[in-house]
């Protein structure tokens, strides 16, 4: 069985860092592409940054040049360095990610989520 497991969240203020991890862990044959996504009180979950099944990295306009994903295929974990938070960072920070597990299908899991909150 697939477990996607996010730790690293928490409070911060305004201009500080955050780094959030996910490791896929169980049956993981591969994996196709990870991400993150997040999703504030009263929003819809929005798409932060990702890789895709190319190596290829995208980030949404709000925090390219602020956050970095980045991954360690040996441990199947996923990165997200957090720099210059805002309030509007505040959200539920969820990962995601496509995985081949023990029968060989692709299916896509989510993480149970971490919270970061910037606030002063």
């Known amino acids: 069985q697939v477990q996607l497991v996010e730790s690293g969240g928490g409070f911060v203020q305004p201009g500080g860092s955050l780094r959030l991890s996910c490791a896929a862990s169980?049956?993981?044959?591969?994996?196709?592409?990870m991400g993150w996504y997040r999703q504030a009180p009263g929003k819809q979950r929005e798409l932060v940054a990702g890789?895709?099944?190319?190596?290829?990295?995208y980030y949404s306009g709000s925090v390219k040049g602020r956050f970095t994903i980045s991954r360690d295929n040996a441990k199947n974990t996923v990165y997200l360095q957090m720099n210059s938070l805002k309030p509007e960072d505040t959200a539920v920070y969820y990962c995601n990610a496509d995985i081949m597990g023990s029968s060989w299908d692709v299916k896509a899991y989510w993480g149970q989520g971490t919270q970061v909150t910037v606030s002063s």
């Open positions: 169980g049956s993981v044959r591969g994996i196709n592409a």
């Open positions: 890789f895709t099944r190319g190596g290829s990295t």
